[in-house]
């Protein structure tokens, strides 16, 4: 007997976005910031022109990192590194259980 799955998809809201062209030095200021802010437990503000958002990461979010290249199998394409952190919104971000990670070993960013 056949059942079928029913699969439940949350909307996504976007609450900020920023994307523009920016120097190397200049992205690493921006993220030097947001690592402040999460070394001294205080929320992260995002702020262009009149949009802005805070934010206040639990203890211990689930970090995302993804590196990826989009376009054509024999052609050049688009490469991209994105930093993530997520957590539910009513959760203190502890619930894991483990380490959150996919595949063996500890993340290293060098």
């Known amino acids: 007997m056949f059942s079928p799955r029913v699969l439940t998809v949350m909307p996504e809201e976007v609450l900020f976005e920023s994307e523009s062209r920016r120097s190397r030095a200049e ?3 921006y993220l030097r910031t947001v690592a402040d802010s999460l070394e001294s437990d205080n929320a992260i503000t995002l702020q262009k022109g009149e949009q802005s958002v805070t934010m206040d990461p639990p203890a211990r979010p689930t970090f995302e ?9 024999n052609g050049p394409g688009e490469l991209s590194v994105e930093f993530e952190l997520e957590w539910d919104e009513e959760g203190d971000g502890d619930d894991d259980g483990g380490d959150g990670g996919e595949g063996d ?6």
């Not at 990192?65 to 199998?73: I, L, M, N, S």
Request: proline share 6%.
């Open 27 to 29: 992205i690493a200021a």
């Open 65 to 73: 990192v993804k590196a990826e290249r989009e376009g054509p199998d």
């Open 105 to 110: 070993g500890e993340l290293a960013i060098e």
